[in-house]
């Protein structure tokens, strides 16, 4: 009964991701890029979509595994998130690659298993840094970390507790590591 819950609620923030995902793009024209990025703190696909040569938006949306791969939990938490990046350093190498480092705040929300906290909604302001490595062929690898400053609502049958959402702290700065394909 609980597990349908969740999922029931991963599938709710799947589908609001699909909306922004739909509603990012203004003008197809522009160059995109669809990706995976992986690290400690679970999985995600993200979509970016340039704005011009200095500024971008991403979509995320992703599983937290942590708690799975720590024995704790055998169900995944889910998140959605929005950002807007800016390219604070870009050099093109000799041998073709070009070096990008970007950054911009965002926000998140989610479903997942806070640490004592149990199960629950959490939301937030979100950051994120990463370098990246875009090859010739349209594929781009990067590093980075994405913390997020947010809360964690604990549902109980009678009342609801408020807290900080430790685990966008604690995790969000573990490398990610990415790779994207650009269109």
Known sequence: ????????????IIAAAVLLLSGAARINAQPRSLGLVQSLNGICISYEHNLDTECFI????????????????????????????????????????VLRIHAGPGIVAGYCHDNKNGWGPMFGLSGNIALECEYERGVTLSIGA?????????ILKDTVNMG??????????IPELGIKFNF
């Open 1 to 12: 009964m609980c597990s349908n819950y969740m999922i029931n609620k991963l599938l709710t």
């Open 58 to 97: 991403k979509v995320d949306t992703g599983l937290m595994l942590s708690d799975v791969f720590f024995g704790k939990s055998n169900i995944p938490g889910g998140y959605a998130g929005f950002s807007w990046n800016f390219i604070f350093f870009s050099k093109e190498l000799e041998y073709g690659p």
């Open 146 to 154: 994405s913390p997020v400053l947010g809360s964690h609502l604990q």
């Open 164 to 173: 900080m959402y430790k685990k966008g702290l604690t995790y969000g700065f």
